[in-house]
């Protein structure tokens, strides 16, 4: 089956720097991937769509300049939290399709805890 | 976007009981999942299910797209069903999903 990574699974950093997450699929190829961020006890919220070989689409209240996003092969996005403060602190998500399924199904990565402190 | 709504918010089952969650969209999708997440927070991809009805063990699900709802039965349930169920759509020609608001099941024994 389709399998998405992310690395790290967990990262802790200090108030004022950057921090990168990787989103990779493994077995299959994807135009398009999406990124996600959970807050405890509640649901996932999109955060912006990656799309390979051009600029991401942020949705409605998300700084772009804040949440940089990086599509640069049909295997690897990555987001970068820059400037991190303690209210960055959550669960972010990662998920793709492979393009060439004429379904509509997306494959989950397992997920990055970033805490700020 | 769609608008996903999910019910129950939350779910105690003794061990062995079935139990059927539902969810409701605002819409007509052409993507519907459903997923588990477990204590560690990763989605587990449950069933891709548009429309018609899909089983895997235990599990199976039900989408009415002409009536735009989605139901998940749990039958026999195990105290490793526990965590929170969501399901999430989409519409249109668009890739971006929506998730509903999650079920909180607890399985006890």
């Known amino acids: 089956g389709a399998v998405v990574s992310q690395h790290p699974s967990r990262v802790i950093c200090k108030s004022g720097t950057s921090v990168k997450i990787e989103c990779r699929s493994l077995d299959f190829q994807a135009t398009t991937m999406f990124w996600y961020r959970q807050f405890p006890k509640q649901s996932l919220m999109l955060m912006a769509t990656s799309n390979e070989g051009s600029k991401a689409t942020y949705e409605q209240g998300v700084e772009k300049d804040k949440f940089l996003i990086n599509h640069a092969s049909l295997t690897l996005s990555t987001l970068t939290v820059t400037s991190a403060h303690p209210e960055d602190s959550s669960f972010y998500i990662c998920?793709?399709?492979?393009?060439?399924?004429?379904?509509?199904?997306?494959?989950f990565g397992p997920g990055t805890r970033l805490t700020v402190t | 976007g769609i608008q996903v709504e999910q019910s129950p918010p939350d779910l105690i089952l003794q061990e062995g009981a079935n139990s059927t969650l539902r969810c409701n969209f605002s819409?007509?999708?052409?993507?519907l999942q459903w997923f588990h997440q477990n204590p560690w927070g990763q989605l587990i991809n449950l069933f891709y299910i548009p429309s018609g009805t899909k089983q895997n063990g235990r599990l199976s699900a039900t989408t009415v797209a002409t009536e735009r709802y989605s139901l998940l039965y749990i039958s026999s349930s195990q105290t490793t069903d526990s965590g929170v169920y969501f399901c999430a759509g989409a519409s249109g020609g668009y890739q971006k999903v929506t998730f509903g608001t999650g079920t909180k099941l607890q399985v006890i024994p």
């Open positions: 998920s793709a399709r492979d393009w060439t399924d004429s379904s509509y199904e997306q494959y």
């Open positions: 819409d007509s999708v052409n993507n």
